[in-house]
């Protein structure tokens, strides 16, 4: 018999089915890796293999991050790149990362996804663009099986070094025929193209500026071919979009559909500077965004146009962006951030009212699903993979803000949940990750992260 278990009497669960239903003491039933029941707890079963008892609580879909470098939470805060933009920011740090280790990508995965998964997300994408000294994307891969996560694998790449007129060092690139044929190989051996997949792999070169225009059409003939989704970097600030219009006499968007990169199965991170005509075309073609505030304010890049975007009907979801240029990865707090960063962009026209909490936190589920492509996570239905976040509301940040407990949880002091659950599997229970021990990690995380400081 498959195991059920039930959440039972949540303050509110906030569903983001169709109709945006918040169940007040609602129930969540679950049966194996899938929700089979959400509704008034007193319509549900009342016991189960397992019961958590989620009175005090408020449940959301598990969050997704739609962006990530995870290898830099080895280099967060790091003093030689903390006051640079993005083109200066890269060329302190690409050095730093050439002494990547394969040890250094599995525990780095690890603290990042640890992270994440203790701030209420579930899914996450991981864009790994440098492979140095024998590093893999298996290496990633299997540290997402051992913590436990929904994890998309970004197959990065970079292949314009600095004597062909790229931005990284020629150490740290690669063939182009290599990164085809290896990439292929992730394809066949790890994605999974099923519902309720705990893996899937996403073909992504870096960005326009490190890879070459062969590079981009090529990989989108590979990735379409097996029908797995597309992920760069595009339009992050206006260093960026001036190569673009130096190199290739486009703007970013003019050069992505030039190279073949819109449509429903591709998302570009941050779009920071994507003109209006880009825009258009996003809305048009389906094509996604990954919106990374905190990134985005760290470097400098500017404010990312998520308004105009959300009313032209561009996907858009959230991503906390590598933790070199975060340096956190609290998803929670990043859909806060978005929330207040539409704000200040809209100071003098649409003000307060350019993002609400609850349109933030649609972003960070429903949207970032959409973006990665999956219909089967991003809200609390019947059918829909069991992927949940418990946050307890009975906490100092949230006193006095019961009078509308979703809107606390972004308006609020971001906090951690107290259970979650990834694919029916209690991952965080009172607040403690279960499938791994988080201080034996920080200790190895921080000595190899002193260790690849020193090696460059
Ligand atoms: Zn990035």
Redesign the pocket.
Known sequence: MTKTLLIRNADIVVTMDDQRREIAQGSIFIRGNVIEQVGPGNELPQTADEVIDASGHVAIPGLINT???MYQTLTRALPAAQDGELFHWLTNLYPVWAGLTPEMVGVSTQTAMAELMLSGCTTSSD?LYIYPNGCTLDHSIEAAQEIGMRFHAARGSMSVGQSKGGLPPDSVVEDEAAILKDTQRLIERYHDAQPYAMQRIVVAPC?PFSVSRDLMRESAVLARSFKVSMHT?LA?NTNDVAYSREKFNMTPAQYAEDCGWIGHDVWH??CVQLDDAGIEVFGRTRTGV?H?PC?NMRLASGIAPVRKMLDSQVPVGL?V??SA?NDGGHMLGEVRQAMLLQRVAHWDSLGPAALSARQALEIATLGGAQVLGRDDIGALKPGMAADIALFDMRQIGFAGALHDPVAALVFCTPSNVAYSLINGRVVVREGRLTTLDTALLCERHNRLAYELAQVH
């Open positions: 962006h990530h470098h864009h960005s970097h992050e991170a941050h990954a990374c990134s991503g962006d590598g240029s």
